[in-house]
């Protein structure tokens, strides 16, 4: 390795990483999908109050804890966000995500608007980087969430009366995506990460490495 390849050497701190969107837009499969391409990339294991659907396991799609423990998490100031949603309390345990942005580890975060908010506004706000999915349509998002038959009528009805609010703040997030096609909005996704990687203020060998090139051009000259 050269001195300027080794000057570029470092540990940046990891990035967080937020999708949101309205339930059915496709978050959660854009979530799988950046994932599977990069196995450095870590998923921030939600807690919550609802009970485990058919197939998932405490500790892999989520912490699954009673109301009375998860509120004593709230007062100690173990999460990092949180929110109450349809009935059941959601929330980001902060030490496993500390630990992961201060060793370099890009982290990301499937959650809704307002568990976006506090993430912005929280101390880790410098680290983060927020992308909201857009569906195509309203009639899509309605078939969409009809077709993973995962919840009842009255609940995807819930789910779409909701759906205005959570677009209602698409603004408030770096960057927006349609998701039409889920391959295309994959790429997308891809990129807005490498750059953000790329980024001057997250390179920390850059300065150094900067240095030794106005170092190479005084020795040309004396």
């Given at each position: 390795?050269?001195?300027?390849?080794?000057?570029?050497?470092?540990?940046?701190?990891?990035?967080?990483?937020?999708?949101?969107?309205?339930?059915?837009?496709?978050?959660?499969?854009?979530?799988?999908?950046?994932?599977?391409?990069?196995?450095?990339?870590?998923?921030?294991?939600?807690?919550?109050?609802?009970?485990?659907?058919?197939?998932?396991?405490?500790?892999?799609?989520?912490?699954?804890?009673?109301?009375?423990?998860?509120?004593?998490?709230?007062?100690?100031?173990?999460m990092l966000e949180h929110a109450e949603v349809f009935g059941n309390l959601y929330g980001s345990p902060r030490a496993?995500?500390?630990?992961?942005?201060?060793?370099?580890?890009?982290?990301?975060?499937?959650?809704?608007?307002?568990?976006?908010?506090?993430?912005?506004?929280?101390?880790?706000?410098?680290?983060?980087?927020?992308?909201?999915?857009?569906?195509?349509?309203?009639?899509?998002?309605?078939?969409?969430?009809?077709?993973?038959?995962?919840?009842?009528?009255?609940?995807?009805?819930?789910?779409?009366?909701?759906?205005?609010?959570?677009?209602?703040?698409?603004?408030?997030?770096?960057?927006?995506?349609?998701?039409?096609?889920?391959?295309?909005?994959?790429?997308?996704?891809?990129?807005?990460?490498?750059?953000?990687?790329?980024?001057?203020?997250?390179?920390?060998?850059?300065?150094?490495?900067?240095?030794?090139?106005?170092?190479?051009?005084?020795?040309?000259?004396?």
């Amino acid at each position: 390795m050269s001195s300027n390849q080794t000057s570029l050497a470092g540990t940046r701190r990891g990035l967080l990483i937020i999708l949101s969107s309205p339930s059915g837009a496709g978050k959660s499969t854009l979530a799988g999908r950046l994932m599977a391409w990069d196995a450095s990339l870590s998923f921030s294991v939600s807690a919550t109050t609802r009970p485990p659907r058919p197939g998932e396991l405490d500790g892999r799609e989520y912490y699954f804890r009673e109301r009375a423990d998860f509120e004593d998490m709230i007062d100690a100031g173990e999460m990092l966000e949180h929110a109450e949603v349809f009935g059941n309390l959601y929330g980001s345990p902060r030490a496993p995500v500390q630990e992961a942005i201060e060793a370099g580890r890009d982290v990301i975060f499937d959650i809704d608007w307002q568990g976006g908010q506090q993430v912005r506004n929280s101390t880790l706000s410098k680290d983060v980087v927020s992308i909201f999915i857009l569906p195509p349509s309203i009639a899509e998002l309605d078939r969409r969430l009809r077709a993973r038959g995962q919840d009842s009528p009255d609940v995807i009805a819930t789910r779409m009366a909701q759906s205005e609010a959570e677009i209602s703040h698409w603004a408030e997030y770096d960057y927006v995506l349609v998701n039409e096609d889920i391959d295309e909005t994959e790429e997308k996704l891809k990129t807005i990460l490498t750059a953000e990687r790329l980024h001057r203020d997250r390179q920390p060998g850059l300065a150094g490495f900067v240095r030794e090139l106005n170092a190479e051009f005084r020795e040309r000259v004396t």
